[in-house]
T-cell receptor, first 114, second 115 residues
């Protein structure tokens, strides 16, 4: 069965310091993985996606994630946090095929202190 | 190309009333997905539709909930006889085709409050 675990429900960083949001997945086959961001009272925006090409994926707003099969991880990173990065981040695995739906992690709330 | 449009953005219903949530997918997208987000939780899949067909409704509650995606017009998620536990944000997403590598584009959601 496919599942996604986001290891931290809340992460707090200072502006200008690195961001690390952790995600582990479980999948019976080679997964497609996504990171989405949700700002308060807004919809979800795709940050980046992994679909079995390069294992290091670059996304929007300076975010990137590395797919590590041996660790079943897909952690999201950014070298330097900005105040506008404060939001909730969701790690997502895609089932696709005849099901076509996404499995969401519970989310990590990122706070950025000035 | 407008994004996925959901309306209304906010909906208040009294217990026992019906709620109708609408979703217009992006132009050219024939696959629509509905998700529900309860407070402090991630999104949970409800139903996947392709024009006029329900492909997967494994996440839909067995009673009171229904969804449709007619040939013309938006997709509709209908909740009959709402209860307080139905209060949540309901998100619609669309994609041009299905497959696990396909990105889904999300609307801004409808926040349903049952009073």
């Amino acid at each position: 069965a496919q599942s996604v675990t986001q290891l931290d429900s809340h992460v707090s960083v200072s502006e200008g310091t690195p961001v690390l949001l952790r995600c582990n997945y479980s999948s019976s086959y080679s997964p497609s993985l996504f990171w989405y961001v949700q700002h308060p009272n807004k919809g979800l925006q795709l940050l980046l996606k992994y679909t079995s090409a390069a294992t290091l994926v670059k996304g929007i707003n300076g975010f990137e994630a590395e797919f590590k099969k041996s660790e079943t991880s897909f952690h999201l990173t950014k070298p330097s946090a900005h105040m506008s990065d404060a939001a909730e981040y969701f790690c997502v695995v895609s089932l696709g095929g005849s099901q076509g739906n996404l499995i969401f992690g519970k989310g990590t709330k990122l706070s950025v202190k000035p | 190309n407008a994004g996925v449009m959901q309306n209304p953005r906010h909906l208040v219903r009294r217990r026992g009333q019906e709620a109708r949530l609408r979703c217009s997918p992006m132009k050219g997208h024939s696959h629509v997905y509905w998700y529900r987000q309860l407070p402090e939780e991630g999104l949970k899949f409800m139903v996947y539709l392709q024009k006029e067909n329900i492909i997967d409704e494994s996440g839909m509650p067995k009673e009171r909930f229904s969804a449709e995606f007619p040939k013309e017009g938006p997709s509709i998620l209908r909740i009959q006889q709402v209860v307080r536990g139905d209060s949540a944000a309901y998100f619609c997403a669309s994609s041009p085709h299905r497959g696990r590598k396909t990105e889904a584009f999300f609307g801004q959601g409808t926040r349903l409050t049952v009073v």
